[in-house]
């Protein structure tokens, strides 16, 4: 059994994690969230710091915003972290890293095991094909997400420009401020959003006279809990680094 801190317990994946862990018998020992009348069956916090026990881990749901007290708090405590929020800034990113080097920080920009076998499948499709198939990414969720295009899109971008160097692979999100043609090794990354998309993921490969399509859909939030979950039973007890889902992955 796993005692959890739960932060964004109050939102619709604080919801979902909470009802995964139920069924690993796994136990939420405190919630954080900004409305404090969010409450399941454990107690919830404005604040990590109002938590008077202990934690195994902490699992962030919650907003990038909150990041920087969560990290504070996981050094403070020596308590490992799963971040699992998107749309962190550069300096966010950076804070992550630092607070690695003390603590054991887990970070995916897509908690589901499904999306990294796509980076995979990705990775070897672009180190195959090269810079002459042209990449686009075209991302769907629902309307009340806020970031876009996805963490998850930037995700599956990086890892094709790091998969193939053939090319700069320059990131355009939109085509309608300039009129010319395609440029070679452009990374293409589109969005999607409308009403209650979970998360849908397409990786097109086009070259001459064929097209490679590659794709994940995730037809419920459990996906991400789950995959939340593993990663959180992962980090229990891990040194202090920087973690990511490949880690996981390998580990099984």
Same mark, same amino acid.
């Given at each position: 059994?796993?005692?959890?801190?739960?932060?964004?317990?109050?939102?619709?994946?604080?919801?979902?994690?909470?009802?995964?862990?139920?069924?690993?018998?796994?136990?939420?020992?405190?919630?954080?969230?900004?409305?404090?009348?969010?409450?399941?069956?454990?107690?919830?916090?404005?604040?990590?710091?109002?938590?008077?026990?202990?934690?195994?881990?902490?699992?962030?749901?919650?907003?990038?915003?909150?990041?920087?007290?969560?990290?504070?708090?996981?050094?403070?405590?020596?308590?490992?972290?799963?971040?699992?929020?998107?749309?962190?800034?550069?300096?966010?990113?950076?804070?992550?890293?630092?607070?690695?080097?003390?603590?054991?920080?887990?970070?995916?920009?897509?908690?589901?095991?499904?999306?990294?076998?796509?980076?995979?499948?990705?990775?070897?499709?672009?180190?195959?094909?090269?810079?002459?198939?042209?990449?686009?990414?075209?991302?769907?969720?629902?309307?009340?997400?806020?970031?876009?295009?996805?963490?998850?899109?930037?995700?599956?971008? &990086?890892?094709?420009?790091?998969?193939?160097? !053939? +090319? %700069?692979?320059?990131? @355009?999100?939109?085509?309608?401020?300039? $009129?010319? /043609?395609?440029?070679?090794?452009?990374?293409?990354?589109?969005?999607?959003?409308?009403?209650?998309?979970?998360?849908?993921?397409?990786?097109?490969?086009?070259?001459? &006279?064929?097209?490679?399509?590659?794709?994940? !859909? +995730? %037809?419920?939030?459990? @996906?991400?809990?789950?995959?939340?979950? $593993?990663? /959180?039973?992962?980090?229990?007890?891990?040194?202090a680094g920087l973690y990511n889902m490949d880690d996981v992955v390998n580990a099984l």
């Amino acid at each position: 059994m796993l005692d959890i801190m739960l932060c964004g317990c109050g939102g619709r994946m604080g919801a979902a994690l909470s009802a995964a862990a139920v069924a690993a018998k796994d136990r939420i020992v405190a919630g954080v969230d900004i409305n404090p009348t969010a409450a399941g069956s454990y107690p919830v916090y404005t604040s990590p710091e109002e938590f008077p026990g202990h934690a195994d881990v902490i699992v962030d749901f919650s907003h990038h915003a909150a990041l920087s007290g969560l990290l504070a708090y996981a050094t403070k405590t020596g308590t490992p972290i799963v971040v699992c929020t998107t749309g962190h800034s550069e300096e966010e990113l950076a804070e992550m890293k630092e607070a690695a080097a003390k603590v054991p920080v887990f970070f995916s920009r897509n908690m589901s095991l499904g999306i990294n076998l796509l980076m995979a499948l990705c990775r070897k499709a672009a180190a195959t094909l090269g810079a002459d198939f042209d990449v686009e990414i075209i991302e769907k969720h629902h309307n009340q997400k806020l970031d876009a295009p996805s963490g998850t899109a930037l995700m599956l971008a &990086d890892c094709i420009k790091e998969a193939d160097t !053939s +090319a %700069a692979h320059p990131y @355009v999100y939109d085509r309608t401020g300039v $009129r010319r /043609a395609r440029e070679r090794g452009e990374i293409g990354i589109s969005a999607v959003r409308g009403g209650t998309i979970v998360g849908e993921h397409e990786v097109l490969f086009c070259g001459k &006279d064929e097209v490679i399509t590659l794709s994940h !859909s +995730a %037809a419920s939030r459990e @996906v991400f809990a789950t995959g939340a979950l $593993r990663a /959180a039973h992962f980090m229990a007890g891990k040194p202090a680094g920087l973690y990511n889902m490949d880690d996981v992955v390998n580990a099984l």
